[in-house]
Nanobody, 128 residues
Framework: QLQFVESGGGLVQPGGSLRLSCVAS????????LGWFRQAPGKEREAVAV????????YYRNSVKGRFTMSIDNAGKAIFLQMNSLKSEDTAVYYC?????????????????????WGKGTLVTVSS
């Protein structure tokens, strides 16, 4: 059972930056499509950044393009979300996530319903 440990959330002023980290319990995340999702109070969980198992395809939510960057460490065991120029509307609980994908060359980008494993979430609050 894949598990994640997330860190990096907190309170930040508008315009500030945060870096979220997510370390996996398995030695490599190579067999998974990976992503960061978020859920604001009273709203549906939404995808923020997703990368396919092939690592060729990526998705970024329009509202975060140019501000957020998802990356994977060289060992393939951790994923990160660098968040710059934060806005109040970015306030949410952020979850790292993984979907098992059988084909190594798959460009599949999962939505929430396609995720098999979720982190417990880390709260990001953007407020002055």
């Amino acid at each position: 059972q894949l598990q994640f440990v997330e860190s990096g959330g907190g309170l930040v002023q508008p315009g500030g930056s945060l870096r979220l980290s997510c370390v996996a319990s398995e030695s490599t995340l190579g067999a998974y499509a990976l992503g960061w999702f978020r859920q604001a109070p009273g709203k549906e969980r939404e995808a923020v950044a997703v990368i396919s198992r092939s690592r060729r395809s990526t998705y970024y939510r329009n509202s975060v393009k140019g501000r957020f960057t998802m990356s994977i460490d060289n060992a393939g065991k951790a994923i990160f979300l660098q968040m710059n120029s934060l806005k109040s509307e970015d306030t949410a609980v952020y979850y790292c996530a993984a979907a098992r994908v059988a084909a190594a060359n798959s460009d599949y980008l999962p939505e929430s319903s396609g995720i098999d494993y979720w982190g417990k979430g880390t709260l990001v609050t953007v407020s002055s």
